[in-house]
């Protein structure tokens, strides 16, 4: 009854915001409620595991979110982004840049914290959205997702990836190997195969993104461009004029640092981490609060610095309007991830493997598969997903005719499976793209569906050459 509760919960939650357009934070407390209380944590527990959730998630993320809301809008307000947009689009061209970002996200900027490199990277992909055409923000909202999940659980230093190697006995090396490969190629392929369905009609405009004149800015006014706006528009050079400027604007590769430079301190201190390497001081500059509030120090100084007190101000302000928006709704998110948790639905599928060594290695990577994405899709969260897919594996991992490192690689392509509404990521990519909660399930649900596939497809390849 556990798992039917969980999928009705779910379903309620889904159909709430889109059947009658219940605010989200609403339909988020209101599946939260019946779960617990259907499950039997019974009404006190249940509101305490929900204040909990709340809490726990915002202790997780709510810094980074705050902290990286207030640089992409400091980014965007010096012009930073659009300029980065410029050149790639020149060099790369529109048909280019969206496999460009896919794979610079899943094989350059793998992140430990994947809400880190949402905040950072969202600004970017909605500035180039309208030079791209009818699809440009779908088609960069895919790309978005397919590289930062997909590099989360494939590639080193992604959490997901170190805790499955880490728990499954798979050294590093072998894990940085296939997933230095298969990563990159699925979020490529995924990407691709997104684009095409995009061509036959599957994004709708008018229901899937939200009108410009009602979007809460999210350190970006990138749409306020009109939708056919070319790519070979004349970019803005370091001494052209620009709105709220007192002085000639940066070079790009400066404007970039307080991106660049937490993404390289969050990288080194995984690694450094993974590696046994104890150190306080790259674990103090490793930490991801730190190392977004470096940026955050980085990109305000900067902007101090070219920009007029007014235009600084007033970039400070949009970034606060808009964490407070995201900061409910995650916090509700996670509430909704807690109750879940607490019906201990991992229990139920841990039997699913129990007494059989006799299963063909197809098959086996199909269940490791189907376990993972079952969890991750009454959790919530890719993490615990996969951590805890790889705790019910590992006891049996002997008696199963598969090597452990294809094992691993089955559980980062399961736990990937259609990350939705009980997800924080989900509610933080809404807002930060610009989209309704239809089309969040259509540029984030289903591409990460469609991303679990192909990397199972791959996987399963990889098991006939290990």
């Known amino acids: 009854m556990t798992a039917l509760h969980t999928a009705i919960a779910i379903l309620v939650v889904v159909l709430l915001i889109l059947v009658p357009k219940v605010e989200p934070v609403i339909a988020l407390v209101i599946g939260s409620l019946y779960l617990g209380i259907a499950t039997g944590l019974g009404f006190e527990g249940t509101i305490d595991t929900i204040v909990d959730g709340f809490g726990d998630i915002m202790a997780e993320v709510g810094l980074l979110i705050g902290f990286g809301v207030l640089l992409g809008s400091l980014l965007n307000s010096m012009g930073a982004l659009q300029k980065l947009v410029e050149k790639l689009m020149r060099v790369l061209g529109p048909g280019k840049l969206p496999y460009a970002l896919a794979g610079a996200l899943s094989a350059v900027f793998p992140s430990i914290y994947v809400d880190v490199q ?73 990407t691709f195969l997104y684009g095409r369905l995009l ?31 070319t790519a070979t528009a004349p970019a803005a050079g370091p001494e052209d004029e620009h709105p709220g400027a007192r002085r000639p604007l940066p070079p790009l590769y400066l404007s970039l640092l307080p991106i660049v430079v937490p993404l390289l301190l969050i990288a080194t201190g995984a690694i450094a981490d993974a ?130 490192a294809v094992l691993a690689l089955a559980i980062g392509s399961g736990s990937l499976f259609a990350l939705q509404v009980n997800s924080n990521f989900f509610w933080m990519f809404q807002p930060l793209l610009g989209v309704t909660t239809r089309g969040a399930l259509k540029a984030l649900t289903f591409v990460t569906a469609m991303a679990s596939v192909v990397s199972l497809v791959l996987v399963i390849a990889v098991s006939f050459v290990v």
């Open 118 to 190: 949402l905040v950072l990277a969202a600004p970017l992909a909605k500035s180039a959205a309208p030079r791209m055409g009818r699809y440009g923000l779908p088609m960069m909202g895919g790309a978005l997702s397919a590289g930062i999940l997909v590099g989360y659980v494939f590639v080193v230093p992604g959490l997901g990836t170190l805790a499955v190697a880490g728990l499954l006995h798979v050294p590093l090396s072998t894990m940085l190997v296939y997933g230095f490969v298969l990563g990159p190629l699925a979020a490529l392929l995924t």
């Open 275 to 404: 590696a046994g390497v104890e150190s306080d001081l790259l674990a103090f500059l490793g930490n991801p609060a730190f190392a977004l509030f470096a940026g955050l120090v980085g990109a305000y100084a900067l902007a101090k610095r070219v920009l007029t007190g007014e235009r600084v101000d007033q970039a400070v302000t949009e970034g606060f309007h808009s964490t407070g928006q995201i900061l409910l709704v995650t916090g509700v998110g996670g509430s909704l991830g807690a109750v879940i948790g607490k019906t201990g639905l991992d229990k139920v599928l841990s039997g699913i493997f129990s007494a059989d060594a006799g299963m063909s290695t197809v098959v086996t990577i199909l269940l490791v598969w189907l376990v993972a994405a079952l969890l991750h899709l009454a959790i919530g969260s890719i993490g615990v997903a996969a951590i805890a897919a790889a705790g019910i594996i590992a006891p049996i991992m002997g008696d199963l005719a598969v090597p452990p």
């Open 199 to 229: 061509r036959l009609g599957l994004w709708n405009a008018d229901t899937d993104e939200v009108p410009v004149n009602e979007e809460v800015p999210v350190g970006g006014d990138a749409r306020d461009k009109p939708a056919d706006v």
